[in-house]
């Protein structure tokens, strides 16, 4: 079935590069998406990519996707301690087209100390 | 401001006890959704509805409940059938399911549920 994963705790100084990392099984996927949580609060896009697509990059953030190896990163330049939330992969497929349903990972806490 | 809002914040309940959470948007979406989130695990849909008067069940629909009387109101019942209801409830929505699908779903601020 599918299925995304995410390592669930990374720590970083501040003004360091953060890479955050998920995997995905679904070949069929179209979207794949970064998703930021603060603490107590929902989730905002931070940004996707497009399966067709091997890189973006929106500012501090760069997304790099490896479709060979279904591997999708979030880099983070000059990590401040705003960034300190868990961040969420997700995936979405053709397959979900009759759902609009994301498959989310299990979300990676980001730590940034000053 | 446009924007979904959900309530209670927080939410203190005993077993066997029916708890509804509210979950309203201003910003005129036809879809809405109901997520869980549970620690160091991802997003799990409950119910989703593309339309009014429309609804179906997520991957873990089992002990909750949804109406969709109104565009603007996604109201979940979690039931007493649920055996493990305390949890991070996510309310979203967005414009039609496809906009779903592109990953652009708006969230809630959440409900936290807490069975005593």
């Known amino acids: 079935g599918e299925d995304v994963e995410q390592s669930l705790f990374l720590s970083v100084r501040e003004g360091d590069s953060s890479v955050i990392n998920c995997t995905y099984t679904?070949?069929?996927?179209?979207?794949l998406y970064w998703y930021k949580q603060e603490p107590g609060a929902g989730l905002q896009l931070l940004t996707y990519?497009?399966?067709?697509?091997d890189m973006k990059q929106d500012q501090r953030l760069t997304v790099l996707l490896n479709k060979k190896d279904k591997h999708l990163s979030l880099r983070i330049a000059d990590t401040q301690t705003g960034d300190s939330a868990i961040y969420f992969c997700?995936?979405?497929?053709?397959?979900?087209?009759?759902?609009?349903?994301?498959?989310f990972g299990q979300g990676t806490t980001l730590q940034v100390k000053p | 401001d446009g924007g979904i809002t959900q309530s209670p914040k927080y939410l203190f309940r005993k077993e066997g006890q029916n708890v509804t959470l509210s979950c309203e948007q201003n910003?005129?979406?036809?879809?809405m959704y109901w997520y869980r989130q549970d620690p160091g695990q991802g997003l799990r849909l409950i119910y989703y509805?593309?339309?009014?008067?429309?609804?179906q069940k997520g991957d873990i629909a089992e002990g909750y409940s949804v109406s969709r009387e109104k565009k603007e109101s996604f109201p979940l019942t979690v039931t007493s059938a649920q055996k493990n209801p305390t949890a991070f409830y996510l309310c979203?929505?967005?414009?039609?399911?496809?906009?779903?699908?592109?990953?652009?779903?708006?969230f809630g601020e959440g409900s936290r549920l807490t069975v005593l």
């Open positions: 910003l005129n979406h036809d879809a």
């Open positions: 679904d070949s069929s996927s179209t979207y």
């Open positions: 979203a929505s967005s414009i039609d399911r496809l906009a779903g699908l592109a990953g652009e779903l708006f």
């Open positions: 509805s593309q339309i009014v008067n429309d609804f």
């Open positions: 990519i497009f399966s067709n697509m």
């Open positions: 997700a995936e979405g497929s053709l397959r979900s087209s009759n759902t609009g349903k994301l498959i």
